[in-house]
C-alpha cells in the first residue's frame, strides 16, 4: 500500500480564509462545487467570475473554468482559470488576497485587515499590508 506511505497533505485553512471564501462563494460565484483530489486534499471549482459571462452559450457560461486550488507552500488557496478569457483571470494563478481584490477591493482591503491583525501579512506571507495600514506608516 503505498498511499498509506506518503504524509496526507490537508487543507489546514485558516478561519480567515475560510470566512472570506465564504462570502466570495456566497456574493460572487455561481456553480460553486467541491471536488475531492488525488492527493487527499480538495478544491473548488465555480464558473469563472472574470470570464464566465462571455461564454456564447448557456452551457459555456455554466461551465466551471474557475478554481480555487489549496497550496501547501502558501498554506492557501490560489486561483486558476482554464479559460483565461479576461485580463483578470489570465497569466497564471492568483493569491487568494489578489483573488478577493479582483473581485471587490473593499472585501479584500477587509481580509488584509484581518489577516494584519492577525499577524500574517507583509514580508514573508502571501498577503501584503492593508493599503489603509501603509498610508498611516507612511513617513513623508
Ligand atoms: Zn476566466
Not at 15 to 33: C, G, T
Not at 49 to 78: D, H, I, Y
Not at 128 to 140: A, E, T
Amino acid at each position: 500500500m503505498k498511499a498509506s506511505v506518503i504524509a496526507r497533505s490537508q487543507v489546514t485553512e485558516s478561519p480567515i480564509d475560510e470566512r472570506f471564501r465564504l462570502i466570495a462563494f456566497n456574493r460572487y460565484l455561481k456553480n460553486v462545487k467541491e471536488v475531492p483530489v488525488a492527493s487527499g486534499l480538495s478544491k473548488w471549482v465555480f464558473c469563472c467570475p472574470f470570464c464566465g459571462a462571455m461564454g456564447r452559450t448557456e452551457s459555456k457560461k455554466n461551465e466551471r473554468k474557475g478554481v480555487l486550488l489549496w497550496n501547501v507552500l502558501q498554506n492557501s488557496w490560489v486561483f486558476f482559470c482554464a479559460r483565461q478569457g479576461s485580463a483578470e483571470c489570465s497569466g497564471g494563478g492568483k493569491t487568494f488576497e489578489k483573488f478577493l481584490s479582483a473581485l471587490d477591493d473593499d472585501l479584500a482591503e477587509q481580509y488584509r485587515i484581518d489577516r494584519w491583525n492577525s499577524g500574517t501579512t507583509g514580508k514573508g506571507h502571501n498577503c501584503p499590508d492593508p493599503i489603509s495600514i501603509k498610508k498611516v506608516n507612511k513617513h513623508s
